[in-house]
């Protein structure tokens, strides 16, 4: 028996029966074959492939400059790291809200070309068509409310959503709505905690918070952010496990200084 073949897979089901078992759900992005791999490793329960590669693999300060094809080839990536995780795509901006033909032969690509289990799109009722066309050609769709960062000229700021009553009714009646539609789960972004817990109790798919309190199904950070690569961004949300940026820096630095002295490579690393 290989290995791999011992290796119990996560799917949309085992997230719906951790919710139902009450045992939180972890998920974290990637967008490379070597961070897949360890990520996996670690034991997360779901890999999001973020269009938030933009912003960390690219250097946008936006979601939006990404393409399709560019997040197939960073889902291609991963998805050869992972034994285990539940791999989720992000559609990237213009993919899906234009029309639902358009959405499905996004999602259509991203499952064929990228090899990814499911995808993400954002936003409610407004792009209830382009859903139901995709989980209707038996495509997992995870759903994402709240701050969704595709919508930032809009709303022109990344502050907490849903904090007057309107937005939030909106955003349960919407959440409800992603449920019937038939995804399988909704990633809750920068909303108050109460109204994380209010739309968790309100459906039976699971919630994934980030900035939304502790009362999600379960929780999601950016990789790079967890680890400390990124020095720049500290939103209240974000708990730093590592300070990768200090000690990459201070591994690359002690390099320059071996080599400008001779002391890299010595004899024992010379052939």
Known sequence: MSVHSEIKKVTTETLRKMKFDKEKITMLTAYDF???????????????????????MAGFETTLPITLDQMIY??????????????????????YQSNPEKALES?????KEGGAHAVKIEGGKEISKSIKKIVNAGIPVMG???????????????????????????LISDAQLLEELGCFSIVLEKIPADLAKKVSESISIPTIGIGA????DGQVLVYHDMVGMNQGFSPKFLRRYLDLYTEITGAVSQYVKDVKNVDFPNEKESY
Do not use: W
């Open 34 to 56: 070597t961070t897949a791999k360890m990520v996996d490793a670690g034991g997360v329960d779901a890999i999001l492939i973020g269009d938030s590669a933009a912003n960390v």
């Open 74 to 95: 960073h889902a291609q990536s991963v998805v050869r790291g992972v034994d285990r995780a539940l791999v989720i795509a992000d559609l990237p901006f213009g993919t």
């Open 107 to 111: 999602a259509v690509r991203m499952m």
């Open 144 to 170: 994402h409310l709240g701050l969704t960062p595709q919508s930032i000229y809009k709303f022109g700021t990344y502050k907490v959503r849903a904090k007057d009553e309107a937005e939030a009714e909106k």
């Open 213 to 216: 309190g502790p009362d999600c």
